[in-house]
Structures are given as C-alpha cells and as structure tokens.
C-alpha cells in the first residue's frame, strides 16, 4: 500500500512540511475534502495536533505522542489509528461502545505491494471473537463515512487518556532497509510473525532507555542466533513462545 516513485515529492515536502488544509484540494477528491477539513478542525478544538512524517502523509500528537497517521494518496484519505489489541482495557473498552464490527470491517489485507514481496503474507490476529489471517493493518479507514468517524474520535479520546495518565510505552520502530535484509536472509512469514512477538515484548517491557533506529533488530538478530547456537533446530516464533530468558539474552 502507498508504494509509489516519492523523491521528488519527498525532498520538496520536506523542505516545505506542508499541513493537511494546504494540499488536500490537491490531493483528494472534491466530495472528500469537506469530511477531511472538519477532522482536521475536530483536531485542533480537542488539543491535537498534525505533524507532517513523509510524502502527504502525517502524524496526529497529542502531547507529542502519537495517537494516527493521516494520509492522502490516489484521491483518498486514509486514519490509521494506533491501537493495541493486547491491552484488554482497549478491547473492554471497544466491546462497552460497540465499536468491534466497525473495526472488523476496517481490517486491511495484505496485497503483496511490495515489489519483492518481503513482507508477505500478512499475519493472524484475532479482535475479541473474530479472526483474520493475511492481516496488513487494522484499523485502517478509507474515506471514512460518518459513522466510522464517530468510531474514529472514540478511539482518539481513549488514545489521549491512555497518554494523559502517562501510561504509553516507548515505541519502538524498525527501518525498512534492515528489516527486509532479515526477512531475506531468515524467511518470510514465520521471521514476519516472530518480529511482531519481538516488537510487542519491546512495547511492553523496555520503558527507560530511549530506542535508536534498528536497535532492535540487532537485538532480534542476536537473540535469534545464539538460540540456534544452544538449539540448530530452534523454531523461530517457539524463541517467544518459551520465553526470551531462557535464552539468555538480555534487551
């Protein structure tokens, strides 16, 4: 998805770090532009704001920590909030709203859109009694209707109470060069799925030192290899499922 020649684009827009309003008649189609001018207003009136990350494409912050992105491409407009499926307070909090089937019809499945295919398939997840396989993201909003925005601002203000009692874990991200290297060298889907264990475990227990740009998948890397050491035929996803201290592998 948004796999695109960007260069251009991206050296121009890094330089100007243009807002929403400013480019969506440019970028969006006409019946679209309204929806997207009173978000951007909904931001502002409830202390969030837009912080330009990459070509027509930025962050929502609420005390300068994530809660979106927004992105523009092809005509459309696109929220993918972040949200957590682990956390049983976000599910609790989904089902008490009724918001699960709009979530459920917002999951976006993997289209092998990467030209090398690294990244393929997607993975498994399941959101309170549904499960979906070959999962990209979710949720992902194309065009959101009005109902799906009402979804959207809900999921927002649980995001800035989470952040206003301080309780957002660092999060830790993974450069796409490196990650497609490991993803080459050790396997798709199984490497894909162990990754996803490996960036969870991070989000929830590494809290003090600040992460640097693909710590963490030297960290990944060395876990992996030293388990092989102690066990050749170590099954890559059975590293997380038996616990990263047998290892003996310190974060």
Known sequence: MFIHDKNSAFKDQKNTKPKIEDIVSEHCDTHYRENILEFIAYLKENKMTTRWASVNSWNVVHKSKNIAWIKLFEGSWYIDPIVDFNDINFLSFIEKEKLEKIIWNNVELCTNCLPSGQCTPGYSLKILSKEFKNVCRVPRFKNPKINEIKCIKKIFEFRK???????VQKTFYVGKKKRDEYIKKYGGETFNLAYEAMIFYLNQ???????RKDKNFSLFVGLYEKAKEKNPKIDLL??????IEEYSCSF
């Open 161 to 167: 109470g989470i952040i206003c009692e301080d309780q």
């Open 205 to 211: 227990h590494i809290t003090k030192e600040k992460p």
């Open 238 to 243: 059975k590293l997380f499922e038996t616990g």
